[in-house]
């Protein structure tokens, strides 16, 4: 069965860095997304993606954040300067259809 | 705006018992889907079941059932013959089509426990 693939599972950090959390989705999907959850808490929307450029993003995706899909598969998320609150689980997500497909989530810890 | 609404925050329950988590949500929209994920402590989103507004009868998938209740905008999910697989977090999701695709919106979340 296709899946979302998302890498690295795990990453730590320093407060200030760069960071780049990569997405694999399925590969007919169209529309790609971004999801992030702090620990304990909601799922929280970050951002749409459809036909190359961004469709909508929430008022959490700030300058920090760009998204792009370079080469027509993967998909990514970039985070220009980490903060300690940017730590949480990143779920990249593809849909084609009436389905979210997910991720397995990217662990991002900042320190 | 749509809002989806958990109000238990914790539930348990003996395995082998059935037990119902309850959600609501907020929409003007006619068209839309249901969701219930399942997170358990490695923290990935499976897919529990959906349920698409426009079809009346409520879905089933083996253990797992909804009572959708759309004029009441309630979509609960039962879970019968509790394992302790089971124990997770539940996130029910509303989703509905936009200009830019389609956008999911996360309840809190409940954090289901299954006792031995």
């Known amino acids: 069965e296709p899946e979302v693939t998302q890498t690295p599972s795990h990453q730590v950090t320093q407060m200030g860095q760069e960071v780049i959390l990569r997405c694999v989705p399925i590969?007919?999907?169209?529309?790609f997304y971004w999801y992030r959850q702090i620990l304990g808490q909601k799922v929280e929307f970050l951002v749409s993606?459809?036909?190359?450029?961004?469709?909508?993003k929430s008022e959490i995706f700030d300058d920090q954040f760009s998204v792009e899909r370079p080469d027509g598969s993967n998909f990514t998320l970039k985070i220009r300067s980490t903060k300690l609150e940017d730590s949480a689980m990143y779920f990249c997500?593809?849909?084609?259809?009436?389905?979210?497909?997910f991720g397995q989530g990217t662990r991002l810890t900042v320190v | 705006a749509q809002t989806v609404t958990q109000s238990q925050p914790e539930m348990s329950v003996q395995e082998a018992e059935t037990v119902t988590l309850s959600c609501t949500y907020d929409?003007?929209?006619?068209?839309?889907?249901l969701f219930w994920y399942k997170q358990p402590p490695s923290r990935q989103m499976i897919l529990v079941i959906r349920?698409?507004?426009?079809?009346?009868q409520n879905a089933t998938e083996n253990r797992f059932s909804v009572n959708f209740q759309k004029a009441a905008k309630s979509f609960s999910l039962k879970i019968s013959d509790s394992q302790l697989g089971d124990t997770a977090m539940y996130f029910c999701?509303?989703?509905?089509?936009?200009?830019?695709?389609?956008?999911?919106?996360f309840g809190a979340g409940t954090r289901l426990f299954v006792k031995a």
């Open positions: 997500a593809s849909i084609r259809g009436d389905e979210a497909f």
């Open positions: 590969s007919n999907h169209l529309y």
């Open positions: 993606f459809y036909n190359n450029e961004i469709s909508e």
């Open positions: 929409t003007s929209e006619s068209n839309y889907y």
């Open positions: 349920q698409e507004a426009y079809k009346q």
């Open positions: 999701a509303f989703m509905k089509r936009n200009t830019g695709g389609f956008k999911t919106i």
